[in-house]
T-cell receptor, first 111, second 109 residues
């Protein structure tokens, strides 16, 4: 079964530390999304890529967040420095032709 | 105002009941719509796409009303296993998926 793979599944870190989350999209999918989910805000789109080019990152705090796709098999989301308010579940999703699949998420806790 | 809005619920219904969720969207340029299902501490999964003509998948029926900019999901003969959060999703041009807050459904024996 093809699936979107995210690592790590869980991450606890101290405020001020750098956090890197990784995503391996489904092979052949040309669109990759990063979402953040919290109880208060629900699922918020942070950034998305098509054919590895960033299309929209307006949902992402630019001062501390960065998203990249160094190649077609890897997408990364970095937070530097992390803050307690960044605590959330971060989902990566990939899609093609209108069908989008989510990874299992990275549960981030910043203390 | 959020681009996609849903009643958060929770909807508490007995097994066998019919339950309907509505969702409104603000961007009239949105082309495609979907319902996703999310179980507790899991990732969202596609339940079904939504077409203007209405579409059915077993006990689930989805409908899109472009004039009123709302989407609906009807679940008939609800099962305990239908308990989850249902997310309404709009494609905000160019494949950018915008999610509603989700509607929580709890089906009781």
């Amino acid at each position: 079964d093809a699936r979107v793979t995210q690592t790590p599944r869980d991450k606890v870190t101290e405020m001020g530390q750098e956090v890197t989350m990784r995503c391996q999209p489904i092979l052949g999918h040309n669109t990759v999304f990063w979402y953040r989910q919290t109880m208060m805000q629900g699922l918020e789109l942070l950034a998305y890529f098509r054919n590895r080019a960033p299309l929209d990152d307006s949902g992402m705090p630019k001062d501390r967040f960065s998203a990249e796709m160094p190649d077609a098999t890897l997408a990364t989301l970095k937070i530097q420095p992390s803050e307690p308010r960044d605590s959330a579940v971060y989902f990566c999703a990939s899609g093609s032709s209108g069908t989008t699949f989510f990874g299992q998420g990275t549960r981030l806790t910043v203390v | 105002r959020k681009e996609v809005e849903q009643d958060p619920g929770p909807f508490n219904v007995p097994e066998g009941a019919t339950v309907a969720f509505n969702c409104t969207y603000s961007n009239s340029a949105s082309q495609s719509f979907f319902w996703y299902r999310q179980d507790c501490r899991k990732e969202p999964k596609l339940l079904m796409s939504v077409y203007s003509s209405g579409n059915e998948d077993g006990r689930f029926t989805a409908q899109l009303n472009r004039a009123s900019q709302y989407i609906s999901l009807l679940i008939r003969d609800s099962k305990l296993s239908d308990s989850a959060t249902y997310l309404c999703v709009g494609d905000n041009q160019g494949g950018k998926l915008i999610f509603g807050q989700g509607t929580e459904l709890s089906v009781k024996p």
